[in-house]
């Protein structure tokens, strides 16, 4: 611990509020919030730790802290500052995915819609579906039992579904209000899971085609009355309350937190897994912001079932709903439920990341084998983009023990070469980076490997040496379909690997991987810098507004798609007019 952490300590208040600690180059690694800030961040730094937060001290350089009214205050902003500086160490419960809905809306002619939140109150909503194409299914079903309007306005003449029967036709066809009413009712019931009456009327339409011998017609019936058998199909699990209630259950076992929360709607139980993470010193506190980071992105339910040693009174103070831990009986049975599911997805994963970490590490032994080297632990690879030369850029990922390190990922603007020239660009690009990794104390890779075949690892060797850096340096080269081919060593000579051994598949996701990035980075480079040439052309567009239209529009295709309306909300009328004007003479 340094001076300048020893006394701010000194320094904090008993009061509630959020932390920020920082690395040594002042990079916010890790948010936290506290009814005593002085005792919380203190606690850091005494006494003895799980492994994510040793690890996590072991960076700490500096910290700032933010005092609030109260530990509500302090664990919504704890929230909302993660979600700005997304720091390493916190964990990213969420992953701001809304669950879709299906909406009846409230209008003169209504239609269905599916919807990612359920907050238009005079509409009808059913959900939440579980994925998107659980709700497209039943939107598409319900769209063929029930004729709604399709369109998003009304057309000034009938279509399609008009023909096809799927459709009152609003267009052109006076619709009694209480034929809506019916068909509202008819989908709400339905929807909550009593299909008799539909089930009838299909039934009858299908024997009444089949008789007239139209076969086909009858199977489509057919196939519909199946449709609306599984979409409602009926569960062991259910309530005949029609409640909407959600149940969280969480496991916590070899320092890592599973949490699994189930959706009840309409008495059929609905299930959403979260993967596992690492726990911290404080499971209460990695809960309570999972749960209210969720229901900031996802509709409240009426009641919310806990375990019954959660500490719910902040929970109470947050969220607007009934919560309920219950004791025995059918609720208590569920939550014993999602406890058990969280307990089976946490074991499974571990089984999977067991076999997964097995197969690297294989790979990874075996290269080493190969190159006759120990094993290597961290390798960077290296590719160029360009295009004849112009927009030259390099990106550089790294893996460590087969698994993508991104935070150790570098992109490199070619400075000091003029046209195609890949030899050259490798050359600077190996130079800049093992020249800093030198003067910098950084820890060097066990293997560099550059995407190509002799020339860029002549390049790479001929630096690498000259800096005596004892690293060894390979090169992958692809086949006439750009497909991974061949791993070739530093005198260019091929390195013979079983393309289906794991190792063949693991080079083939790090090619792969180096390509993506550099070919983004170039992407990037291009997009701006033909963004900028535009702008510069414009009297009246400084640095500021320059960064501004950036920001919004990110590329000059989106920039283009604006309106003049859209630029004069950024620049003054006459700008955004010759602005306007000079894109379009542009694409013309």
Do not use: W
């Not at 024997?207 to 057919?222: D, F, N």
């Amino acid at each position: 611990m340094n001076q300048n952490i020893k006394d701010k300590l000194s320094l904090l208040p008993l009061s509630p509020g959020c932390y920020l600690m920082k690395n040594k180059e002042g990079t916010i690694i890790y948010v936290g919030k506290a009814k005593k800030l002085k005792n919380r961040v203190n606690s850091y730094f005494v006494g003895v730790h799980n492994y994510k937060t040793t690890k996590l001290v072991s960076e700490i350089e500096d910290f700032e802290y933010i005092v609030t009214d109260s530990e509500k205050e302090a664990l919504l902003l704890e929230i909302n500052l993660i979600k700005d500086y997304q720091p390493e160490y916190n964990i990213m419960f969420m992953d701001n995915t809304y669950y879709p809905y299906i909406q009846m809306t409230d209008e003169e002619h209504p239609t269905l819609k599916i919807v990612r939140h359920a907050k238009e109150k005079k509409a009808k909503h059913f959900g939440p579906f579980p994925d998107a194409t659980a709700a497209r299914d039943t939107f598409k079903l319900l769209n063929r039992l029930y004729p709604l309007r399709k369109c998003h306005s009304i057309p000034a003449k009938p279509c399609l579904y008009y023909s096809l029967g799927q459709c009152l036709a609003p267009c052109i066809n006076e619709v009694d209000p209480n034929e809506y009413v019916k068909i509202k009712k008819s989908i709400t019931k339905l929807m909550h899971g009593d299909i008799k009456e539909k089930v009838d009327e299909l039934t009858e339409k299908m024997l009444k085609a089949s008789e007239q011998m139209k076969y086909e017609e009858a199977k489509e019936y057919r196939d519909l009355i199946e449709h609306i058998q599984y979409v409602t199909a009926k569960q062991h699990v259910q309530f005949n309350d029609n409640i909407d209630r959600d149940i969280f259950g969480y496991y916590i076992d070899r320092g890592y937190l599973s949490m699994q929360l189930f959706f009840m709607r309409s008495g059929k139980l609905l299930s959403r897994n979260i993967n596992l993470i690492p726990v911290s010193d404080n499971e209460q506190e990695d809960i309570q912001q999972f749960i209210v980071t969720f229901y900031q992105n996802n509709t409240l339910p009426k009641e919310l079932l806990l375990p019954k040693d959660l500490d719910i009174d902040i929970l109470k103070e947050i969220l607007d709903c009934k919560i309920i831990q219950p004791q025995r009986g059918n609720k208590y049975q569920l939550v014993n439920m999602a406890i058990e599911n969280a307990k089976e997805s946490l074991e499974k994963q571990f089984e999977l990341k067991q076999k997964n970490e097995a197969a690297t590490i294989g790979a990874m032994q075996q290269l080493g084998e190969l190159l006759h080297i120990d094993t290597p632990h961290i390798i960077e690879l290296f590719d160029n983009s360009n295009i004849q030369g112009a927009y030259a850029v390099a990106g550089m990922v790294c893996f460590k023990d087969g698994i993508p390190s991104k935070k150790d990922y570098r992109k490199f603007k070619i400075k000091t070469v003029e046209g195609p020239d890949d030899y050259a660009s490798m050359r600077e690009v190996i130079y800049r980076r093992y020249f800093r990794v030198l003067s910098e104390g950084l820890t060097p890779p066990d293997m560099i490997i550059v995407d190509g075949g002799l020339g860029q690892i002549h390049a790479a060797v001929e630096v690498i040496d000259s800096l005596n850096m004892p690293i060894t340096i390979c090169g992958l080269a692809k086949d006439d379909k750009h497909s991974t081919a061949m791993l070739l060593d530093r005198e260019g000579q091929q390195i013979p690997i079983n393309p289906k051994s794991e190792l063949f598949f693991l080079l083939t996701r790090m090619q792969d991987e180096v390509h993506r990035y550099a070919i983004s980075f170039h992407k990037n480079v291009r997009s701006k810098s033909l963004f900028s040439s535009i702008l510069d052309e414009i009297d009246g567009i400084g640095p500021k507004r320059k960064k501004q239209l950036l920001n919004k529009y990110k590329s000059v295709k989106k920039m283009k798609e604006a309106s003049l309306e859209d630029l004069q909300q950024i620049l003054p009328n006459k700008v955004a007019q010759q602005l306007y004007t000079s894109l379009h003479d542009t694409s013309s």
